[in-house]
């Protein structure tokens, strides 16, 4: 397969877990093109590789770490809590925003095994095995995201700005 056949097929799903990962579909943007820019002078080793997509996955995950820790001293970019407004009522896409804007407070690596296990749908091995860490440290980021997300969505009070989301909070 070519770099271009592949980018065909493969690049929404890429762009897809960068936006997840990254939380900024710009952000996103910009890792997905860095990695590429570099996958490209060798996409002959990768593409012969078992699981070219997993590989650049996990380009993807490292870009954005690094990334991270070079802009350490900024605080990490989350979505604005009133760019969770939508004008569509529907109760499902206001609770999808809910979601995605308590995922986006999560550190990082948690945020990565959450878009890999439900997004992705990897199991903890797979997981494991693209995070470069062993199945405990997965299923621990894993329990420690659930965690949290689960005492952030059933809190008091809901994201300021967002019309609708006093009847999801529960308390």
């Known amino acids: 397969m070519t770099f271009d056949e592949y980018l065909t097929n493969c690049l929404p799903t890429l762009l897809r877990y960068a936006t997840v990962v990254t939380c900024d579909p710009h952000l996103a943007q910009d890792v997905v093109q860095e990695v590429l820019a570099r996958a490209q002078p060798r996409w002959q080793r990768i593409c012969a590789m078992e699981q070219p997509g997993a590989y650049l996955k996990r380009m993807v995950l490292n ?79 894993s329990s420690r995201a659930i965690a949290t997300l689960r005492a952030s969505l059933w809190a008091q009070s809901a994201p300021v700005g967002v019309p609708g989301m006093e009847g999801l909070a529960h308390g």
């Open 63 to 141: 870009e954005f770490l690094t990334l991270r820790r070079r802009l350490a001293a900024r605080r990490p970019a989350l979505l604005p809590r009133d760019a969770l407004a939508v004008a569509d009522p529907a109760a499902a896409v206001i609770e999808r925003q809910h979601l995605l804007w308590h995922i986006a407070r999560l550190p990082p690596r948690q945020r990565a095994v959450i878009a890999l296990r439900f997004y992705e749908d990897l199991t903890d091995i797979e997981i494991a095995t693209l995070l470069e860490c062993r199945l405990g440290t997965v299923r621990s980021l």
